[in-house]
């Protein structure tokens, strides 16, 4: 199966996009350290040609995937997908500072001193049952704090856009794939012999005199 993975968008500015301030970067730095941050992750099998992910990043992914985008009769399930796997490959193609805050955050879900602070929860996120881990992903979706909301579309969106990407899933939104053809170096070709070729949207083309303006 063919996975469709968006090109990378604009560059950010070297500030990156989730460090807001002083707090922000403060709590980014959380991810990284303190003795909480050694509460073990769920051990799960890793799969081969991780580019990105440590396996504690990716139990994070994988745990994250599951409550974003949970099994549904008419949708393919996340997991056969290997949804977390493409959002790995998503990130190794992104600007290393976006990529960088992106993997803070993701040891920020998991940490579990911003879930004792924040919640008074002393589990690792990928360790939380999953109707408790639906709880975490709405505190930071309705959080106060800019960087805990950013941090909640940042990743829904990355879910988001590894599952949709994938063409298994477009037969279940109605969508039928993208034109063919549209990027052929040698498309439009003029098949109109001698005939003029008529101007493309956009274009102006001064009509010849005696004739109506357009």
Do not use: C
């Not at 002083?22 to 081969?48: I, K």
């Amino acid at each position: 199966m063919k996975m469709y993975i968006p090109p990378p968008g604009q560059k950010p500015s070297r500030r990156g996009v989730l460090k807001k301030g002083l707090l922000g970067g403060a709590l980014l730095a959380v991810g990284g350290g303190t003795w909480l941050f050694t509460r073990p992750s769920a051990e799960l099998p890793l799969p081969a040609g991780l580019k990105v992910l440590s396996p504690r990043e990716y139990a994070v992914v994988h745990a994250l995937v599951s409550r974003f985008i949970p099994s549904h009769a008419n949708f393919p399930d996340v997991h056969t997908l290997d949804t977390a796997v493409a959002i790995d490959g998503i990130l190794a193609l992104m600007e290393e500072v976006t990529r960088d805050e992106l993997k803070q955050l993701l040891n920020l879900f998991e940490n579990a001193l911003p879930a004792f602070l924040f919640g008074r929860r002393r589990q690792a996120f990928s360790m939380l049952p999953a109707g408790e881990q639906d709880v975490v992903l709405a505190e930071w979706r309705d959080s106060g704090l800019m960087l805990r909301r950013t941090g909640y579309l940042a990743l829904r969106g990355l879910a988001m856009a590894a599952y949709f990407g994938n063409q298994a899933t477009w037969p279940s939104v109605g969508y039928a794939g993208p034109p063919r053809g549209l990027h052929d170096p040698d498309a439009p070709v003029w098949k109109g012999g001698a005939a003029p070729r008529p101007p493309g949207n956009g274009s102006w083309v001064e009509p010849p005199a005696g004739e109506p303006t357009p």
